[in-house]
């Protein structure tokens, strides 16, 4: 069974610090995801966090090392704390409007390899990694995440609009709009 991993260790240097722990429509804005993700059917539930990341039920806490690695180190981090899962979702923990309906869909069309998100022509996370992929994912550097591994992947399509990646204060506005 697939597990997940949700990278909530941003250090939210364009927004001032603290963005995970930002209220979005009365809860802490990596709540949002987490919520959504809690709901389905996964193996476990990681969250690879800082000590900043707010907290996050039924979430097993994985604390990142450096405090402040790039999302390489987080991704790392995550895959390190899985035993033998066969699989897993990686999300992000400052993009709240992803629905379950699009989870479910990249669980759906995952067949045991990789499966990506793609908004527009870009593929990226929230994406299903098979094992195959774990060793790569503990070896990607710097702050560009798992992107490279995606080029060639199947995608399932991804709103743009529900793939806002909240990085700064406008952002979490829009991310308000959206929600009321």
Do not use: W, Y
């Not at 996370?125 to 199947?154: E, I, K, N, S, Y």
């Not at 709103?159 to 709009?177: G, N, Y």
């Amino acid at each position: 069974m697939t597990a997940l991993i949700l990278l909530a260790a941003g250090r939210g240097s364009r927004f001032g610090g603290g963005k995970l722990g930002a209220h979005l429509s009365g809860k802490p804005l990596a709540r949002h995801a987490a919520d959504r993700l809690a709901r389905l059917p996964f193996s476990r539930f990681i969250a690879v966090c800082s000590k900043t990341t707010p907290e996050l039920p039924g979430f097993e806490r994985v604390m990142l090392a450096p405090v402040d690695g790039p999302m390489s180190r987080s991704i790392a981090a995550g895959i390190a704390a899985l035993r033998a899962e066969p699989s897993v979702l990686v999300a992000l923990a400052d993009m709240p409007l992803v629905p379950s309906s699009h989870f479910d869909a990249l669980l759906v069309a995952f067949d045991g390899n990789l499966v990506a998100s793609r908004v527009r022509t870009v593929p990226m996370v929230p994406a299903v990694f098979g094992a195959r992929h774990f060793a790569a994912l503990q070896q990607l550097t710097g702050d560009r995440g798992a992107g490279g591994l995606l080029q060639d992947a199947p995608t399932v399509a991804l709103d743009p609009d529900l793939a806002l990646d909240i990085d700064t204060l406008d952002d979490l506005k829009r991310a308000e709009d959206a929600l009321r």
